[in-house]
């Protein structure tokens, strides 16, 4: 009990409780391109964001379960359209690279095609999207270097 009410109090004051916040939101934003692509998680997607969570976050089991439950919630948002929708998104992405130049740093283009193998092989379009999508990433990445 103790552990759920402390999990909720940390997601819904994420932005006071949790040290660096933004970069945790960033990294959900990204993982939340990947995921919410197709506009549905699937269980494969679901694990492998855990294992990717946990991998950032090795040593930080409650940041990495906050990740986690940050993507679900960006997801949420996107599926029922409350207040945040898949364009919307891709420009908030957009809008702090440009603001936050750390922020290039943590677009891993191997831990989102981790992502990319979970989409149906017979979904051409849906791989193509998640493809077009590590490419504009790719291309933010890129930006930053110059």
């Given at each position: 009990m103790f552990k759920w009410l402390r999990r909720n109090l940390?997601?819904?004051f994420r932005e006071f409780?949790?040290?660096h916040h933004s970069s945790l939101e960033f990294r959900?934003?990204?993982?939340?391109?990947?995921?919410?692509?197709?506009?549905?998680?699937?269980?494969c997607e679901k694990q492998k964001l855990k294992e990717i969570a946990h991998e950032i976050y090795h040593d930080e089991e409650e940041r990495a379960e906050l990740l986690i439950d940050t993507v679900?919630?960006?997801h949420n948002k996107i599926i029922t359209k409350n207040g945040l929708d898949f364009?919307?998104?891709?420009?908030?992405?957009?809008?702090e690279v440009?603001?936050?130049k750390r922020f290039c740093e943590k677009i891993d283009i191997e831990m989102l095609m981790k992502l990319?193998?979970?989409?149906?092989?017979?979904?051409?379009?849906?791989?193509?999207f998640q493809l077009r999508i590590i490419e504009f990433l790719q291309g933010l990445k890129d930006e930053c270097k110059v």
């Open positions: 940390m997601k819904m409780l949790v040290y959900a934003k990204l993982l939340t391109l990947m995921v919410s692509s197709d506009g549905e998680m699937c269980e679900k919630e960006y364009e919307h998104l891709v420009q908030l992405v957009n809008k440009h603001e936050v990319h193998e979970c989409t149906d092989e017979e979904d051409t379009d849906g791989r193509l």
